[in-house]
């Protein structure tokens, strides 16, 4: 049966990279079958000091291509290839820590003793796989992303299924072959390409699973997680605003070039990307006025290209939608003082705001583009509330040299992690 095919294109270029062929249903459940039988399979099963020499030999496999791999990043998803070489050694050092933490992990003892009922006795606890784990990743980290969801599975001696973006899949397969290539048994690791929604659907629900890892939209995310067999267990990243703040006692020689990769990197197409700044009115006019020279400047194009700073966006779509939001919020009365409008291609110009509306949609939803805005504040205590005023945040920065004010958006962001005088991304 002649299943369809998928064809990877290159957003710098539109032009096609290579075509694959895709998994139906039949396919990718099977996959999950023979994972599955894998594990349940006792005399396939990998020792732990198999399992770290299959690592040692990946990790010296991947660090002989990192260039290789980087430019295969660049490629198929657009990151500048000066980001694309942080992101393989990145993605490197990912298997260099799973091999270090399963080394070194193997189990605790707890003396007891508290009690008379307990005395001269300990309890000891030991780490074991749970099942297959099933990975469904995300295009804007197309290498390191896949090493966090599989490389820990794998080491603890878990079978693994990854599904990874269609629009990204080359990094993955790329990944895959260098693990089998590091002696790491067929139907261990194993990628499933396919743009089906049903078939992903499928694999989702399917009762072979132990474990599920998704990257992607909060939307899908959760829709996803409801058509898990019941006892499967799931960890959903997904996407946010982070927001920053910066005080009257920011340093801007430091904060400016913060503000600037934390807003731009990658074009701006990751969940950590600076999409709300929250200035000072003291400071407000020479923010803007120092951002918008360093946005102007800013080289964009092809990603392959070692000094472009700013790429592509990964799909044309997104140039519609984003150039769409900025209109809106110009109409409302916002002002774009850098760019705001495509420049052919997937490119859209690194555009630099103010005046945004609360309620426009630059300001409620993340834009996932080059688009930056700047608000003006005169209370700390209003920057962090309107810094707030959204459902997801993983990451959020002040930029400030004063402990108090540190210490206060510490506890009153509503995010996971606070960056200090360092931008979110």
Known sequence: MNRAR?????????????ELPT???????GKLDAAWACFHDRSQALALHERIEILERLHALMTSEEQALAELIALE??????????????ATAGVRIAINVISEDLGTVIPLGHRAASAGRSNFTRKFSRGVVLAFSAFN??????????????ATGSPCVVKPAPDTPLSCLRLVELMHAAGVPRDYVQASVSEDLEVAAAMVAS?????????????VGWMLRGQLHPGVRCALEHGGVAPAIVTPSA?????????IKGGYYHAGQVCVSTQRVYAHGSVFEALVERLSARVGALKVGDASDAATEVGPLIRAAEVDRIESWVEEAVQAGAKAVVGGARSGGNFFKPTLMTGVPADAKLSTQEVFGPVVCVYAYDELDAALAAANVH???????????????MLRAFEAFDASAVMVNDHSA
């Open 207 to 219: 009762d072979r699973i132990a474990f599920f890892s998704f990257i992607g939209s909060a939307r």
């Open 251 to 259: 340093n801007l020689d430091l904060a400016v070039p913060s503000i």
């Open 141 to 154: 980290h197309p290498l390191n992303l896949i090493v966090h969801q599989i490389i820990p599975a794998f």
């Open 6 to 18: 998928l064809h990877v294109t290159n957003p710098s270029t539109g032009e096609t990279i290579r």
């Open 23 to 29: 998994d139906d249903r039949e396919a990718a459940l």
């Open 77 to 90: 998803g657009g990151k500048p290839l000066q980001d694309a070489l942080v992101e393989a050694s990145r």
């Open 391 to 405: 459902p997801h945040a993983f990451q959020a920065a002040i930029y400030t040299q004063e402990l108090d004010d």
